[in-house]
DNA sequence: GTAGCTTCCGAACATTCGTTCTGTGTCATC
DNA sequence: GATGACACAGAACGAATGTTCGGAAGCTAC
């Protein structure tokens, strides 16, 4: 028997402490803390605790032999409406290897920036009042984004569209009116993606 | 003269090159690797700049006296659209201190699913099709919450109402029809936000 | 020039790190 | 009731950690 190889359960509750722990200070604590924090008293125990969590994928070591998060530490329960339900096994995660919503939401840090939606002039859009914006800063855009324009110092997200050979700014709701700029078009970015709190 | 603290210059390039060092591998090095990736040979020195950079509120300490980003550490430029344009200052972030999309959405993060959403049945609600939609998952809801109920073995997103008496799902779109779920209405969390991508 | 900063190096040092090895108690199995 | 996993404790140890201190080189100001 028992030739089948059978991991090493491990308590559920470890890994959630540590999630726990990440989130709060985003770093992974050395041994001494985390037996502390699972309520262990010898190191020892930690390491091979550890050591299972490798094998597992959900910590990892960097190039310099310190102790990371790994490929599925960030894991959340990611479920496609279409899969079947009520299974709580691991196989939900199948195919989709998300790390963060940032990482998903953000390509480029640097020219990335985060605008609070005021109004609901895109509304049909999808785009609601108070929602985060994740604009990617550059000078131009291309006819059909949904840009981030400055007009009379302010942001106004609209799609960009072209009239008569000109650029306008189409709002996604018809209570209000397209916005033909006077002269040149200041482009602030293009929408990359949003985040909205509804809780 | 300079009375006034004036507080000692940091090389910008030193943040940059621990953030992506952190992008990478999520955790923050130690001195000697901090070392080499600054181009520093000496310990010393390293300590030195950490200090202005905790200073600064880039960096932070545990509890337990471990090395970890700051407040400042995630900063991304945040735009209110009502905020007067053109300013490259940093006075952009005023009052705000966000952190992380991901620390903005998720609050809870072991109860907290990603689900994808299928279909357009939300649409009203701003809700699209691919949007993941971030949820907290607990067996019950409050009437006006939207909610992720497992309905024929499959995730359905709508707006949880109540009929006479009995629970049931509402969507956001005139062309989809109200469910009447028979007998108990299995519920797999509540909306808490959601993120979606366009580009 | 010389006095005073600032930037950086190098060595010394106590502390803490993670590993290894041995030991103990508790199960289930035959 | 002997055996062997398994889950943990405890001590011991070299290696790595971060701090402290002294010093060297460069720049500025008077």
Not at 16 to 44: F, M, N, R, T
Request: proline share 6%.
């Amino acid at each position: 028997m028992a030739l089948i190889s059978q991991k090493p359960q491990l308590d559920p509750q470890y890994l959630e402490k540590l999630q726990d722990y990440y989130s709060e200070h985003k770093v992974i604590p050395s041994y001494s803390v985390l037996a502390g924090l699972w309520g262990i008293s010898a190191k020892s125990w930690v390491s091979e605790c550890v050591k299972r969590f490798e094998e597992a994928g959900f910590l990892d070591w960097t190039p310099d032999k310190q102790l990371k998060p790994g490929a599925r530490f960030f894991e959340r329960k990611l479920a496609d409406s279409t899969v079947q339900a009520g299974l709580p096994n691991p196989a939900i995660s199948d195919g989709y290897d998300l790390i963060t919503i940032d990482d998903w939401l953000v390509k480029i840090p640097s020219k990335t920036a985060l605008v609070r939606v005021k109004g609901d002039s895109m509304i049909d859009a999808g785009i609601h009042e108070g929602d985060l914006l994740v604009v990617e800063v550059q000078p131009n855009a291309n006819v059909g984004e949904i840009v981030v324009a400055i007009v009379d110092n302010e942001f106004t997200v609209k799609y960009l569209q072209k009239e008569r050979n000109e650029f306008v700014l189409k709002p996604a709701n018809k209570a209000y009116p397209v916005i033909r700029p006077k002269g040149r078009l200041e482009i602030f970015g293009v929408m990359a993606g949003l985040a909205r709190r509804t809780r």
